[in-house]
């Protein structure tokens, strides 16, 4: 490959790992996808670690995560019993596939914790003294409003799903 324009593949791939990785994704995720988003062909693991200088096991663990989010595909190549893959180059489906997921997630693990946290507030009301039931209150007035942001939360996924 041309020497700019492998230079120009490098800094884009390094670019992308950085600016996910600022955003709290994993950044040689983002450097993988980033790799395959740029290749005009697929890719075995082989030359994805090769182009990564990275393990070959690191490299199937983490295209695994991007086939889980629908952003790689396993391609099979005539005469060859490598897994190659490629990238799905639909940039907004890729991208709001992952924020859904993760918001979805995390949406989840906030539902989780208000249940449970609520069940041990109430399972305490018959044995608290008239200062704990207003501590008590104060922590179910709290929990409602981490249950509107949730639920902006929900929203804010729905428009942006219409939007993309």
């Known amino acids: 490959m041309n ?6 593949q490098h800094k884009f791939i390094e670019s992308i790992g950085k600016l996910c990785d600022s955003f709290g994704f994993n950044k040689f995720i983002a450097q993988l996808y980033a790799l395959l988003y740029l290749s005009d062909r ?5 030359e994805l670690s090769e182009k990564l200088s990275a393990s ?17 595909k396993n391609i099979w190549v005539k005469g060859s019993r490598k897994d190659y893959y490629e990238a799905d180059t639909d940039i907004k489906k890729v991208f709001s596939n992952k924020i859904r997921t ?3 997630k995390r949406i989840g693990e906030i539902s989780g914790m208000v249940g449970e ?9 018959a044995e608290l003294t008239e200062e704990e039931r207003k501590i008590a209150a104060l922590y179910r007035e ?3 409003k981490i ?7 929900s929203t804010a996924l729905s428009l942006m799903e219409k939007i993309l």
């Open 3 to 8: 020497e700019k324009l492998e230079s120009a």
């Open 42 to 46: 697929p890719m075995s693991l082989d």
């Open 56 to 72: 070959k096991g690191n490299v199937s663990l983490n295209i695994r995560e991007l086939e889980k989010w629908g952003a790689v």
């Open 102 to 104: 993760a918001v979805q």
């Open 117 to 125: 946290f609520n069940t041990i507030v109430d399972s305490a009301s």
């Open 142 to 144: 709290r929990m409602k």
């Open 147 to 153: 249950e509107d942001m949730k639920s902006l939360a």
